[in-house]
């Protein structure tokens, strides 16, 4: 018995998901067929469309993974974590040589950060060498690489990591270089992360704009960016906004539960605030002339305890309504999924203040503290199980 199906855009084009209504029987060879085995045969069609929804819908989501904690578990549990819950992607802010071991083999897709004290040794371009060679280049290809962010939220006016922003520029170039000297710049793409500071101007998204004082650092960097055909990480966080300015900004526009648009812009309507964060973004490296440059949310999260607006029920809200939302893109950029890394995998303890201990989707334990769904599922072989053959139509 053969089977032949055809789907209209099963795989989910241009990220508009279609609905079992999409399917459509085409015919049976021969037509002599039982009819439990076209329920069998259906059924399987259906859980492999279903499966293939369900993986797509988060494959652009990653977990940071953070360790700033004394009570948390083992690189190699953590790596058993993400593989038993299908997180694919992983933020990992500096090169930790047991996460790294543990990481071999896995499949895992890697977002390697430079951490913010390296960034004056790498601005020697021999030092980058010699710092890819042993944290990238000898794990790689059994460790996936994705991304090299050379150093996290620096700004040369902040007084903390002011005097850092100087090295930035020559450290990204080293490490480019390095990478490229290894024959590995179209795998890795070397960026740099990026909180929301560093915007000027935010409203409307359409007038995003960075502030005049950053400009001469940030230019070099988004130029260099552009031409390196690489995107740009930013950390979003609608809490902060929201804590900031609850008067002005609602948690219902935050937490992804407007039941309407709360803010109209050029004939965009807004129902979130994390898609007028990142539009005001997008804006912006435009204002900056870097229209086609790319961004990655490189963090985004809810704290569950330790603050204002923080509750179990408001983070889980943030992050399961964040996980679904990212597929469908922006307003401004409509129909592109957004890659966004949730903040953080654990609660970490030996974090300051208060509030900055309760960002984890699992606590210590690895117990997930809120029940999140990152895809799953086999894609069934129904060919060799059935004896059928799939055919798939786009109507692309």
Same mark, same amino acid.
């Given at each position: 018995?053969?089977?032949?199906?055809?789907?209209?855009?099963?795989?989910?084009?241009?990220?508009?998901?279609?609905?079992?209504?999409?399917?459509?029987?085409?015919?049976?060879?021969?037509?002599?067929?039982?009819?439990?085995?076209?329920?069998?045969?259906?059924?399987?069609?259906?859980?492999?469309?279903?499966?293939?929804?369900?993986?797509?819908?988060? $494959?652009?989501?990653?977990?940071?993974?953070?360790?700033?904690?004394?009570?948390?578990?083992?690189?190699?549990?953590?790596? $058993?974590?993400?593989?038993?819950?299908?997180?694919?992607?992983?933020?990992?802010?500096?090169?930790?040589?047991?996460?790294?071991?543990?990481?071999?083999?896995?499949?895992?897709?890697?977002?390697?950060?430079?951490p913010n004290s390296d960034l004056q040794n790498l601005?020697?371009?021999?030092?980058?060498?010699?710092?890819?060679?042993?944290?990238?280049?000898?794990?790689?290809?059994?460790?996936?690489?994705?991304?090299?962010?050379?150093?996290?939220?620096?700004?040369?006016?902040?007084?903390?990591?002011?005097?850092?922003?100087?090295?930035?520029?020559?450290?990204?170039?080293?490490?480019?270089?390095?990478?490229?000297?290894?024959?590995?710049?179209?795998?890795?793409?070397?960026?740099?992360?990026?909180?929301?500071?560093?915007?000027?101007?935010?409203?409307?998204?359409?007038?995003g704009a960075f502030r005049g004082d950053v400009r001469?650092?940030?230019?070099?960097?988004?130029?260099?960016?552009?031409?390196?055909?690489?995107?740009?990480?930013?950390?979003?966080?609608?809490?902060?906004?929201?804590?900031?300015?609850?008067?002005?900004?609602?948690?219902?526009?935050?937490?992804?539960?407007?039941?309407?648009?709360?803010?109209?812009?050029?004939?965009?309507?807004?129902?979130?605030?994390?898609?007028?964060?990142?539009?005001a973004l997008y804006s912006a490296l435009e204002n900056?002339?870097?229209?086609?440059?790319?961004?990655?949310?490189?963090?985004?999260?809810?704290?569950?305890?330790?603050?204002?607006?923080?509750?179990? $029920?408001?983070?889980?809200?943030?992050?399961?309504?964040?996980?679904?939302?990212?597929?469908?893109?922006?307003?401004?950029?409509?129909?592109?999924?957004?890659?966004?890394?949730?903040?953080?995998?654990?609660?970490?303890?030996?974090?300051?203040? $208060?509030?900055?201990?309760?960002?984890?989707?699992?606590?210590?334990?690895?117990?997930?503290?809120?029940?999140?769904?990152?895809?799953?599922?086999?894609?069934?072989?129904?060919?060799?199980?059935?004896?059928?053959?799939?055919?798939?139509?786009?109507?692309?």
């Amino acid at each position: 018995m053969q089977c032949v199906f055809y789907i209209k855009s099963l795989m989910v084009w241009g990220n508009q998901k279609h609905s079992p209504s999409d399917l459509v029987y085409s015919q049976w060879l021969p037509s002599s067929t039982s009819n439990s085995s076209f329920t069998a045969a259906i059924i399987l069609l259906l859980g492999l469309f279903t499966a293939n929804l369900d993986i797509t819908g988060a $494959e652009s989501v990653g977990v940071c993974y953070g360790m700033l904690g004394n009570n948390l578990p083992s690189a190699w549990e953590v790596i $058993e974590l993400y593989k038993s819950r299908n997180i694919r992607r992983m933020r990992l802010y500096d090169p930790n040589p047991a996460a790294l071991q543990a990481l071999r083999g896995s499949n895992i897709e890697v977002m390697l950060g430079v951490p913010n004290s390296d960034l004056q040794n790498l601005a020697n371009p021999s030092n980058a060498q010699s710092w890819v060679q042993r944290n990238v280049v000898s794990y790689w290809p059994s460790v996936r690489f994705r991304y090299i962010a050379v150093g996290n939220e620096v700004s040369p006016v902040n007084g903390g990591t002011a005097w850092l922003a100087q090295f930035v520029l020559p450290a990204l170039v080293n490490v480019f270089n390095a990478v490229r000297s290894a024959g590995l710049h179209n795998d890795i793409k070397v960026s740099i992360a990026i909180d929301m500071t560093l915007i000027g101007n935010s409203y409307p998204p359409s007038a995003g704009a960075f502030r005049g004082d950053v400009r001469s650092y940030l230019d070099p960097i988004i130029g260099h960016l552009a031409w390196a055909s690489t995107p740009l990480l930013a950390n979003i966080y609608p809490y902060f906004s929201h804590a900031g300015n609850p008067r002005d900004i609602s948690l219902p526009y935050a937490l992804f539960t407007s039941p309407s648009p709360v803010a109209w812009d050029q004939g965009r309507g807004y129902q979130n605030l994390f898609d007028a964060m990142l539009d005001a973004l997008y804006s912006a490296l435009e204002n900056a002339g870097q229209p086609s440059l790319g961004v990655v949310v490189s963090e985004s999260g809810w704290p569950s305890a330790g603050g204002f607006a923080t509750s179990v $029920e408001n983070a889980q809200t943030y992050l399961s309504k964040l996980i679904g939302h990212v597929q469908g893109g922006t307003p401004k950029r409509p129909g592109r999924a957004i890659e966004t890394y949730l903040f953080a995998l654990f609660d970490e303890n030996q974090k300051e203040p $208060e509030l900055e201990k309760h960002f984890g989707l699992f606590s210590p334990n690895k117990q997930p503290k809120y029940p999140l769904s990152f895809g799953g599922g086999r894609i069934l072989d129904v060919s060799a199980e059935y004896n059928a053959t799939i055919s798939l139509k786009s109507d692309m």
